[in-house]
């Protein structure tokens, strides 16, 4: 296969996986898709979990893949990467994309691990072995695991595709691209 079409079936998933970890992050400011919580928060009463303010599928998993995923997407036109530079600079991108996907992971990962702000009886827990006495916001936790766990799975396809792509952007850069049909003018 020409590198130019491996870039091109890499480039058309990670935009799918950064619009998932836009939305569901957005999504995690509104636990039972409600305002109320975001705006107590913004106020100075903790109501959001401090994981989804890191802002991890928005800034990592959203637009630090999202421009490499435009780049890989534009050095794949017409099946055929326009030159060596082109595959070059499409290394740099996937490894921002990598960058991103961990940073969007490694928040993902710490979000579930910490678990949900909920309200009980005049307080908010934070213990593990007390979130099914949650009353506030409805089903916190399985609303935060639910879209946590999605951000987990995204980032880490999103991590494969972009070192898939480092590695073919390596072979495009040394080999060449596309079978001789390669160019050496600018982008």
Known sequence: MCTGACSKFIAVPLY?????SIICNIVLFFPDLQTKYAAEDREGHPRITEEVKYMGGVIGGGIMVLIPAIHIHLTSSGKCCANRCGMFLSIGFAAAGVAGAVYSLSVAALGLANGPLCYWSNIYLTEKHMWNWCILPKDVVEFNVGLFSTLLV????????CLIQMINGLFGCICGTCSGKEGFGPL
């Open 154 to 161: 995204a980032a880490c396809l999103e991590l494969i595709l």
């Open 16 to 20: 799918i996986l950064a619009l998932v």
